[in-house]
């Protein structure tokens, strides 16, 4: 609803240009930059009421596009944070990859420390049951 919007500013102002000056310069596109001023040849003429009525047409379109303009500028900075929070987030994920891989390092070690551990007592108890063996027979 906008860009339609947008699209019969740009109509009214070019209707605008034509109805001020016959001319295809850019200069009654200047004056209809500043709605303050206006041309000298307008204090001689009388107040044309559709011209009036597009002045205010393009104030109320003028505005708009400011508003739009404003949510544009919001969405930019919104965008630029999201990319921001996504190189944040893979960051993130690279220190958690690094940190599950440190992990895993060390239950492994505390696996290969338990299984010695469990060796070990395996061969005591088998060196103390070969030396009862040998006591009682």
Do not use: W
Not at 28 to 36: E, F, I
Not at 45 to 56: E, G, K, S, T, V
Not at 70 to 95: C, F, I, N, W
């Amino acid at each position: 609803m906008k860009s339609a919007r947008c699209i019969q500013l740009v109509a009214l102002a070019c209707l605008l240009a034509v109805f001020i000056a016959p001319s295809h310069s850019a200069e009654p596109l200047r004056r209809l930059a500043t709605p303050s001023q206006q041309p000298p040849a307008a204090s001689r003429m009388r107040p044309n009421p559709r011209l009036q009525a597009f002045r205010l047409e393009l104030a109320a379109y003028r505005q708009d596009l400011a508003v739009v303009e404003r949510r544009v500028q919001q969405m930019k900075v919104r965008q630029r944070r999201l990319r921001e929070l996504a190189a944040e987030l893979s960051s993130t994920r690279d220190d958690a990859q690094l940190a599950q891989v440190d992990l895993q390092n060390v239950l492994q070690r505390q696996q290969q420390t338990l299984q010695m551990m469990s060796n070990i007592f395996k061969k005591l108890n088998d060196t103390e049951m070969s030396v009862i063996r040998k006591m009682g027979g």
